[in-house]
């Protein structure tokens, strides 16, 4: 998700400019290991949150309240029964096993295209960077991860380099997340309306616009499916990552167009906004899923943003990229992702 920079010293000196570094990226096998013991683990969770989507309902044990300690333990064994619930669901219905597949092959699919979008970035300007890290999730977690990131771990050598290391990550993941909604929405099936308590995934723009296109049943309704959600979550995560705030890709893209002024005001008038949107979404949609967003961003802004060696001119087609990446913003955010009924 995020790509923190390493802080260099801010001087008031002239920036000359310097020859692009040609840093060879070192990757031991140690490393090899760690990366892809991460990767492994994400597969396995992500396979484990997509059968879950499409599971039937099955029934699941109720701990025992015979004593205190049962109130105490009824959390954590409610959810190893809920696993085990889960792993009984699949081995009764074993064709969900494919939806959960699919799911992980489509949500993993954005996730590495945004994560290598920003390492051949890194590679193309020099600038040392880890692989990606994995973030697998615990069993039973709606996305299965908590997302990916790569670690930058020498400066940044010009504004240019800032720019495109920042949104090629964003860019390449909405590249990929485009025709897996298409699959999504061309496999959508209308649902029957259901009373009682649920959750409703709110759709962002681009899939409405799409729907359109394609004629496709997007109702609050419609049965989910796989590709949908890999898609639903893959936009999410690139809305986020869009927030011109602190360290985030949208923040890099938003210094380097702007500069450090303008990043720092204008961090702070989104977490506002976002606030607002999180107490709206909790009032209206009863989902408090926007305060997270609100910590998140509450952390990030106040997080210092290096400035590249150089600030030369971003040229022509670098502000018709920006412009670009704002409109990929706007396709992909939803104010309100959740509501709860």
Known sequence: MDESIPIREITSEPRLAIPRPHVQPTISARDWKIHGSLFLLTIGTTILAGTMLVMPEINVAEPPLRNPLDYVLYVPLEYLYSIEGLLLGIFQHPS???????????????????????????????????LPFFIPAPPMFLAGTFGAFIKIRSPIPSRRALFDIGLAGPLAGFVVALPISVIGLLVIHPGPVQAGAGIVFNDPLLFRLLAHLLRAPLEPTSLINPYYMAAWIGLLVTSLNLMPVGQLDGGHGTFAVFGPKVH???????????????????VWHGSPSGFLYAVLLGIMVRVRHPEPATMEPLGFTRVVIAILTLAVFVLCFVPFPITLY
């Open 264 to 282: 720092k005001i204008g961090g702070h008038i989104v977490l506002a906004i976002i606030v607002v949107l999180a107490v709206l979404g909790f």
């Open 96 to 130: 969900v096993l494919l939806q959960g597949i699919a799911f992980s092959t489509s949500v993993l699919f954005i996730l590495f295209a945004h994560e290598m979008g920003h390492y051949l970035a890194c590679r193309q300007y020099g600038v040392d960077a880890t």
